[in-house]
């Protein structure tokens, strides 16, 4: 007997493969692809290749399409949060309307869920009551280790908009971040080269990011900073590269700044600006008490000069 789904608008112009992957299981591309073929995946009863994007209202037909998830994906458990976690999510949530909310993630909180990483904001926010009816687009991502601010789209449309804003760098985010050592430069422009590897394969990537010294000492300096590309690690890939590391980094860092499990990852994504429909929008969160206590102790000011 068949399987019958009805395409939300949420789903309007997804790929047909795509949509099997989030609605059903994650299953292999090459399944998809024979089940396709041999029509146990129809669409309107149609034959259909798995770059067919789906159409509001469309039917898709799954016909003995029962696949056995394999082990990785077996033994992989979804994180379900606990409804004292939902209630404390409340406190995250920055801005919410129809089309999208701003969230403060605090620090070691993953944006998303992976093979080692259960509790994440993506199973946690979806519980919570501002996406009754909604379904949770991430639409950017930071670190587990960086605190602050993350625009999740609460439909594929502004998904697509974040997504394509976020492409053509309409959209501006600002960091602040305390690292080792006295920075004499009060401003100026990271422009190089990162490398990262994709298993075997060495990449590299152009980064640029600007940044204003807001207060410095001899031991440490305070920044804030714009980063124009988004590379992963970005800022504190740059930081370390000219010797200056974020204090708190366990990754890139040198072995004389002494990191232990109580450390916090000084980089704190402090502000974002962008425009829709000629309607600007600008949301800004508070540094964390860790960030505040860090700022006393090395008697650093938050914009001194401003």
């Not at 509790?119 to 919570?128: F, G, Q, S, T, W």
């Not at 305070?222 to 708190?248: A, D, E």
Request: charged share 30%; with cysteine.
């Amino acid at each position: 007997m068949d399987k019958i789904f009805l395409v939300k608008k949420d789903f309007v112009n997804s790929r047909i493969d795509r949509w099997i992957k989030r609605n059903i299981c994650q299953v292999p591309q090459g399944l998809i692809q024979r089940s396709l073929r041999n029509k146990n995946i129809t669409v309107n009863k149609l034959k259909v290749k798995s770059s067919y994007k789906l159409k509001i209202d469309d039917k898709i037909y799954l016909n003995n399409f029962n696949p056995t998830l394999s082990y990785h994906l077996i033994k992989k458990k979804k994180y379900v949060p606990s409804k004292r976690d939902i209630r404390d999510s409340n406190s995250f949530i920055v801005e919410d309307n129809e089309n999208f909310c701003v969230i403060n993630k605090p620090y070691g909180l993953a944006v998303q869920g992976g093979s080692k990483i259960k509790k994440n904001l993506v199973d946690l926010i979806a519980e919570n009551k501002i996406f009754l009816n909604y379904k949770p687009f991430i639409v950017h991502r930071t670190d587990k280790e960086t605190s602050g601010i993350l625009i999740i789209a609460k439909n594929r449309k502004y998904a697509q908009l974040f997504t394509s804003l976020f492409r053509i760098r309409k959209i501006h985010k600002f960091y602040l971040c305390i690292c080792h050592g006295e920075m004499e430069k009060a401003k100026g422009l990271f422009d190089g080269d990162l490398i990262r590897y994709d298993k075997d394969r060495k990449i590299s990537e152009r980064a640029i990011t600007n940044y204003k010294v807001l207060d410095k000492n001899i031991n440490s300096t305070l920044l804030i900073l714009n980063p124009i590309t988004g590379r992963k690690h970005q800022i504190r890939k740059q930081l370390f590269s000219i010797g200056f590391p974020v204090i708190g980094d366990s990754k890139y860092n040198f072995p004389e700044n002494k990191i232990n499990k109580n450390n916090y990852l000084m980089l704190h994504a402090y502000s974002i600006k962008f425009m829709i429909d000629k309607k600007k929008y600008k949301y800004t969160v508070n540094v964390p008490d860790y960030f505040k206590k860090m700022l006393l102790k090395k008697r650093l000011t938050l914009f001194k000069n401003s």
